[in-house]
């Protein structure tokens, strides 16, 4: 696995030098655009909006639009005036309790590998941040764009989960979050919680899967082996009705359904998710 950054962790006078790795990846179907005709591939062209000429790249320059229909040009010049980028380092600017910092925050987690030198200082860290339950906010510019993150001890890694602004969050308070609700009767809340007790089960990652994802490959799997023929229609499940009647009935309904399929063995909402995929590779 390829680092997509080298630079070091910075807290007060310490300095750990680390490399940044994805700690996750996602394989998203690729599909082409074709004519239908020939199926042959659709290509775009880079057109200006006035006359309908085709732009070649040299011609193409980066504005901002400052009012309607009115541009600035930046050029290269204007974004290095911006010199965020030559500091290399996740400067930790503030230590916080992990758990007062909403969720909502955490965007995208990174793998912190020790680099030369600074194992030590990088396993303390680690273990500092274990022991007090705290994460490290800093700022840290990959690929020129300065993002606010936070360091977090993960079993024996360090990882850097790149985190939202406050401004780039929107209030919940803008939805209409209460219209129509009453407050909960003592029958409800007691069965509601039955219900959640009953459906509660030991956190296994491994457990869920990409339902969509695998149903798709089915279907491609199939067209690819009819030589590209149209497949009978699916079945239409019956849409769900949005609009709860009776409450207390259906959470007796749902009590009674999940204390059976626990019963059986039987998981809760299986589907597509439970097929394992096919080992076509998906060809961009």
Do not use: C
């Not at 490399?19 to 074709?34: C, D, V, W």
């Not at 229909?69 to 010049?77: A, M, R, S």
């Not at 912190?112 to 941040?129: F, Q, S, T």
């Amino acid at each position: 696995m390829r680092s997509i950054w080298k630079g070091s962790i910075s807290f007060g006078l310490v300095n750990i030098p680390v490399s940044l790795y994805p700690a996750t990846h996602r394989e998203e179907l690729k599909f082409h655009m074709l004519r239908a005709s020939d199926l042959s591939p659709i290509n775009y062209k880079r057109v200006a909006e006035a006359d309908g000429k085709e732009v070649p790249w040299e011609q193409i320059v980066k504005g901002f639009q400052y009012e309607k229909g009115k541009f600035v040009v930046l050029k290269d010049e204007d974004f290095k005036r911006v010199d965020i980028e030559a500091t290399q380092t996740v400067d930790i600017i503030d230590f916080v309790q992990l758990d007062e910092v909403d969720p909502m925050f955490f965007n995208k987690p990174y793998y912190l590998e020790p680099g030369k030198g600074g194992g030590h200082a990088y396993a303390l860290l680690r273990d500092v941040l274990k022991e007090t339950g705290r994460a490290g906010i800093a700022k840290v510019v990959i690929k020129t764009r300065q993002h606010l993150a936070a360091v977090k001890p993960l079993k024996d890694a360090l990882v850097l989960e790149i985190m939202h602004f406050a401004d780039e969050l929107t209030d919940a308070n803008e939805l209409k979050l209460n219209e129509g609700a009453r407050h909960a009767g003592a029958k409800e809340m007691q069965m509601a919680k039955a219900l959640v007790e009953q459906m509660t089960d030991k956190w296994d990652p491994k457990k869920y899967t990409d339902d969509y994802t695998s149903a798709l490959m089915k279907v491609i799997d199939e067209k690819v082996e009819s030589g590209g023929k149209d497949l009978p229609a699916a079945p239409r499940a019956a849409k769900k009705s949005g609009k709860v009647i009776d409450l207390l009935a259906v959470l007796q309904q749902s009590l009674e359904r999940t204390t059976e399929n626990k019963k059986s063995g039987k998981q809760v909402g299986t589907g597509a998710g439970t097929q394992k995929k096919k080992s076509r590779k998906k060809a961009a």
